[in-house]
């Protein structure tokens, strides 16, 4: 009888065994955005916080606000100090075609800006390894996905 449990718990622990060696999911998505004011100073320090600043992520050519209540930072992006300076870390969509997501900034009423990423999705990762921010290519696979930039505007 003894033989017998030996054997059933072999048999199940060898069942219940897997070797699964894909055991990571990586998702990098994230880009830094820093605008500048022609002046010099920091575009966010009156902003960050704001609940002027909306995103929007387009999905089937409809553009389509976002709020993922479920999530740390809902609106998919946060604000960081970095030397006294405000930094927006924006998570891009996840709405693809193909291999491409497009998200558009709303900083008031009038500045809609677009930001075009490209992704890696081998081995079910997704990583962003493209960046285009208003049509210009500003990142790229081997860069740091950071923005910065002088940004014009009547705020």
Request: charge should be negative; include cysteine; proline fraction near 3%.
């Amino acid at each position: 009888m003894r033989k017998i449990l030996v054997f059933i718990s072999l048999l199940f622990l060898m069942i219940s065994c897997s070797d699964n060696s894909d055991c990571c999911v990586i998702v990098d998505t994230a880009t830094d955005i820093h605008f500048i004011k022609p002046d010099g100073s920091n575009f966010f320090d009156t902003l960050a916080g704001s609940p002027d600043i909306r995103v929007f992520f387009e999905k089937n050519g409809e553009l389509e606000e976002v709020f993922r209540g479920n999530l740390d930072y809902p609106q998919m992006y946060f604000f960081y100090k970095v030397s006294g300076k405000f930094i927006m870390r924006l998570f891009p969509s996840d709405y693809l075609e193909k291999e491409y997501s497009s998200t558009c900034i709303l900083l008031n009423d009038v500045d809609m800006d677009t930001i075009r990423c490209k992704f890696n999705m081998n081995n079910s990762n997704l990583i962003c390894t493209d960046v285009w921010y208003n049509g210009l290519k500003r990142c790229s696979a081997k860069e740091p996905r950071k923005i910065e930039l002088i940004k014009y505007s009547n705020l």
